[in-house]
């Protein structure tokens, strides 16, 4: 076979190859269905990483449990009784920089290994002006990195495992970047969050 036969065969077996993955692809896709389709693009993380989406980056610095919830005194605040839970609070710790445009988290929840979700908590704590601290209810700017909280209330028996996901858009993230931060609570991790969980949390006062 002559130098020239054996380029052109070459070719030929790699436009081949292309055009198997290529179909691959197609026939995948076809798969997927709508809701794979829109399906939003998970950044994967671990608590003490940056995670840069679209339009912010996110850093988990910590995280903790609590038996209740309550609001650091302000001078003139009416106090108001703990938040308190049939299940356990989780609270995280956790930074974020807008990118080029101010930026607020519209979606914000935590996703255990069972598949369910658990949004942060808002309305109770709402009542109970907690959301000068927290990263769910204020929007950041560029070049003014924001601290905070987000509290979320869950089973304890969904503790383990769980993984943050917040974005900037709404519902499921459609097409757009989704946090998957995996906070590190394994089994063992577990055992020591329950056995130092706070009896109640100081919301803008503790850190996690």
Avoid: C
């Avoid at 601290?147 to 993230?173: H, N, Y």
């Amino acid at each position: 076979m002559t130098r020239r036969a054996t380029l052109l065969s070459r070719l030929a077996a790699a436009v081949s190859i292309v055009a198997v993955v290529a179909a691959i692809g197609v026939m995948g896709n076809q798969h997927l269905g709508y809701d794979g389709k829109i399906a939003p693009f998970l950044v994967p993380g671990r608590i003490g990483e940056t995670v840069t989406t679209r339009t912010f980056d996110f850093t988990v610095q910590s995280a903790r449990l609590a038996r209740a919830l309550s609001a650091a005194p302000k001078p003139g605040a009416i106090n108001a009784p703990p938040l308190t839970t049939s299940g356990i609070w989780l609270i995280v710790h956790a930074r974020i920089a807008a990118r080029t445009a101010p930026v607020r988290l519209m979606s914000v929840r935590l996703h255990a290994r069972d598949g369910d979700d658990y949004s942060a908590a808002r309305n109770r704590m709402l009542d109970m002006k907690y959301t000068r601290w927290l990263l769910s209810e204020n929007a950041t700017d560029p070049g003014i990195p924001r601290e905070g909280w987000l509290a979320f209330e869950l089973p304890p028996s969904r503790v383990s495992g769980v993984r943050l996901r917040v974005a900037s858009t709404f519902g499921d993230a459609s097409l757009d970047n989704l946090t998957d931060i995996d906070l590190g609570i394994d089994e063992a991790r577990l055992e020591e969050l329950q056995r130092d969980a706070a009896d109640v949390f100081v919301i803008g006062k503790d850190t996690p």
